[in-house]
Every structure is written in structure tokens, then in C-alpha cells.
């Protein structure tokens, strides 16, 4: 009997703390479902630009893609008149001010506007509820570098006025880098020569390889058939007269929109050999016919 009540006892304390267990499981796996709902944060889609140059600084404004800021759960806006989210550009890079343009989706957010000077981007905003998901888009920006070769600079978040879930001081919403391409260099022998009324055929080429290239004539002199161009041979019929001529090519090397500085192809015209004639002679076999 005493043993029968022990074991009763046992597997009522078992099943007290089986049931105790399955509940504590419960409310932790309700937590973590309410836990991931409130601590959900925005999506920023952050777009990389690779500006290029031929090696000038400033360079030419590239256009930057959008840059997304999009809520995931209801309340990543703090509800807010008038907030404010400011943008700062990395030291290397500058923005095109006045260019650019903000705007909101969704049922809460209202009144997106944005300022953009050539270091920084502010946009202004309302949410008037929480109880929707909204979005803010940003898109027409354009950056320039501004001091030189630079990877991996991030335009990041500068001011948090109002707090956005996920969105914080030193957040990226975009990367840029800035690459110096390399300025072709013709490799073509300056001495060339050809004879008058043959093709002077000046094969050209460059380092790197891969430019395309174009010309035009400088000083002619006694050479006709000379004339501007463009393609990988010069190939024109040249003629001269009486005496060798020469006519310069300048040529200008182009790679990806990258122009070398141009030398000048000097081609030497050969004029055709002669032969002048001469009076008739009578020449005197004296000592044949004394023998």
C-alpha cells in the first residue's frame, strides 16, 4: 500500500511538470512569434555606383539607382510630424544639388519632400499612424568623385529624427566607388615610307590593347592622297613628284572613352625612278681594226 501511494504521488509530480513544461513552451514560442513582430526592421535597398574617369577630378555626374527605405512590420515608422531623415556623403564623393526626388507609399506616411545639397540629402516626412506599412523611395541622384581613386565609401545615415526601426546613425543606403581607366598609349613606329602610287599601309595599335582609332593630316608637303580617317590601318594611295615627299598623321587612341595624347605619323612618298636619256654616240673600235 505505502509503495502503491508513492508511485501515485511520483506520476502526478510528472505529469504536473510535463503540463508545467508544455505550457512554459507554448508561452516562449508565443514570445519569439511576438518578439520577431515588434523587433522587425525597414529593408533598405542600397544601391552600389562605380564612377569612372580618364583621370580628372571632379569627374562627370553618374546617375545613383533608388534607394528604398521599406517597412516590414507595422510601427518601423514612429508615427511623426515633419521628421526628418539626413543622409551625408562619403568625403570622396559629392552629390548634384537640386537633383533628386523623394516620395512615400503606403496609407500612413505623407508630405515626402527632400532638399539635396552636394554633401548631404534631407528628407522631410509625416506618419500619421502605425497601423500600415509604408515606404519611402528616393531616386534621380546623381555623385561625382571629387579627390580620386576611392572603394567601398558609404553614404550612411546622419540624423535620426525620428527613430526608425533598423534605420539608425551610420546605416548604409548606398555604396560608391570611383576607378581611374587606363588612357591608351599608340605603339606604332613613327618612320613609315612608301612609293608614289602604292598604298602606304601604317598598321596601328596600342597599349592597352583594344582602342579604336582616328586621324587627321598635319603638314603635307609634295604628297597627294593624303586625308583624314579613322579604323586599325591607314590605307591611302599616295602619290609625289619628282622629288620625296612626307605627310603627317596625327592619330588620336580611344579607349573606353579614354583618349591618349596623339603623335604624329610622319610617311616619307618615294617618287618611281627615271631614266633620262641621252644623245647618241659613236664609239671607235680603233685598235680592232688596226689588228
Keep these: 500500500m505505502g509503495k502503491v501511494y508513492i508511485d501515485n504521488l511520483w506520476e502526478n509530480a510528472i505529469s504536473r511538470l510535463s503540463k508545467a513544461a508544455f505550457r512554459t513552451g507554448v508561452l516562449i514560442i508565443f514570445l519569439s512569434i511576438i518578439g520577431s513582430q515588434v523587433n522587425a526592421q525597414v529593408v533598405i535597398t542600397a544601391p552600389s555606383l562605380n564612377v569612372t574617369t580618364c583621370g580628372n577630378f571632379p569627374t562627370d555626374y553618374f546617375p545613383l539607382g533608388n534607394i528604398v527605405i521599406q517597412e516590414k512590420s507595422d510601427g518601423d515608422f514612429s508615427g511623426v510630424s515633419n521628421g ?15 537633383n533628386g526626388n523623394a516620395s512615400g507609399t503606403g496609407q500612413n506616411i505623407s508630405s515626402v519632400s527632400m532638399i539635396v ?13 502605425t497601423n ?9 541622384l546623381k555623385v561625382r568623385g571629387i579627390n580620386g581613386a576611392a572603394s567601398g565609401e558609404k553614404l550612411t545615415r546622419t540624423g ?4 526608425i526601426n533598423g534605420d539608425i546613425d551610420g546605416t548604409v543606403h548606398a555604396t560608391f ?3 581611374i581607366l587606363p588612357t591608351p598609349t599608340l605603339i606604332t613606329s613613327t618612320n613609315q615610307s612608301s612609293c608614289t602610287g602604292s ?9 592597352p590593347s583594344g582602342a579604336a582609332f582616328s586621324w587627321v593630316t598635319g603638314n603635307i608637303n609634295n604628297v597627294t592622297g593624303a586625308a583624314s ?3 586599325n590601318t591607314i590605307s591611302q594611295n599616295l602619290s609625289s613628284v619628282g622629288a620625296p615627299g612626307t605627310v603627317d598623321y596625327i592619330v588620336t587612341s580611344t579607349l573606353n572613352g579614354c583618349a591618349g595624347t596623339p603623335p604624329t605619323i610622319t610617311n616619307t612618298v618615294n617618287p618611281k625612278a627615271t631614266v633620262n636619256a641621252v644623245t647618241s654616240q659613236i664609239v671607235c673600235m680603233v685598235r680592232l681594226l688596226r689588228q
Design 199 to 207: 598604298s602606304a599601309n601604317i598598321a596601328l595599335s596600342s597599349s
Design 160 to 163: 535620426t529624427t525620428p527613430l
Design 177 to 179: 566607388s570611383s576607378q
Design 132 to 140: 500600415k506599412n509604408d515606404n519611402i523611395t528616393i531616386t534621380g
Design 117 to 129: 545639397t552636394s554633401t548631404s540629402i534631407t528628407i522631410t516626412y509625416s506618419i500619421g499612424g
Design 229 to 231: 580617317g579613322s579604323g
Design 84 to 98: 526628418k531623415i539626413i543622409l551625408s556623403a562619403p568625403a570622396d564623393f559629392e552629390f548634384q544639388p537640386g
